[in-house]
């Protein structure tokens, strides 16, 4: 590996950790106002719905298949590694829609975002699943440009910065889902 490519690779890897690094900060703000605020009189205490349990594993599956893929791109193995990378699409496709069904299943219980018949809890948790469905939605585009850049036979073994990179930032929003999931089980 020449030294600019070096170069290169440690700049975008110090750029992801810089945004991730900003991303947990955001929502550490939002975990800590949740929290702050959960001691009003008028905080709500409902079930998360079931759909969110099924957005666990599908994450997690996630996960597992974008794992697979850089695994697969360091064997030069860009068929499998394709494979991957869409199942990871398909499996992120799955857990938004989970999203919106959980979400669904909050507005039949009466669980709304904002207005009058709103509550600073249900509102929270439809800040929390929001925010982070924003940036899985970034990271699904970013799955996209990857699975294009492999098929056009950008990667392979000794050359994959951006199947690594793109691997880096799914399992950090998969880590993000479970934080999220257990705090709201927990201190819902």
């Known amino acids: 590996m020449n030294d600019e490519l070096i170069l290169k690779k440690k700049s975008l890897k110090n750029m992801l950790w810089l945004a991730i690094f ?8 939002i975990v800590s106002a949740y929290i702050i605020r959960a001691e009003g009189s008028n905080w709500l205490k ?3 719905p079931d759909a969110f349990y099924y957005s666990t594993i599908i994450i997690l599956l996630s996960s597992g298949s974008i794992y697979l893929a850089q695994k697969s791109i360091q064997k030069n193995n860009r068929k499998a590694t394709t494979q991957f990378l869409l199942l990871t699409l398909l499996l992120g ?7 919106f069904l959980g979400w669904k299943e909050l507005y039949q ?14 509102s929270f948790l439809y800040l929390l699943t929001a925010l982070h469905l924003l940036h899985l939605l970034s990271g699904w585009t970013g799955i996209v440009v990857t699975t294009i850049k492999n098929i056009l036979k950008k990667y392979d073994s000794e050359n994959y910065l951006g199947i690594e ?5 799914w399992h950090f929003l998969d880590a993000l889902w479970i934080f999220l999931f257990l705090f709201l089980i927990f201190i819902h």
Do not use: C, D, E, W
Request: hydrophobic share 45%; charged share 5%; no cysteine.
């Open 22 to 29: 900003s991303i947990i900060m955001m929502f550490s703000g």
């Open 93 to 99: 496709t799955l857990f938004s829609l989970s999203q």
């Open 165 to 169: 990179l793109i691997s880096i930032y």
């Open 109 to 122: 219980h009466g669980i709304v975002y904002a207005g009058k018949y709103s509550n600073p809890a249900g």
């Open 46 to 48: 409902f079930q998360l």
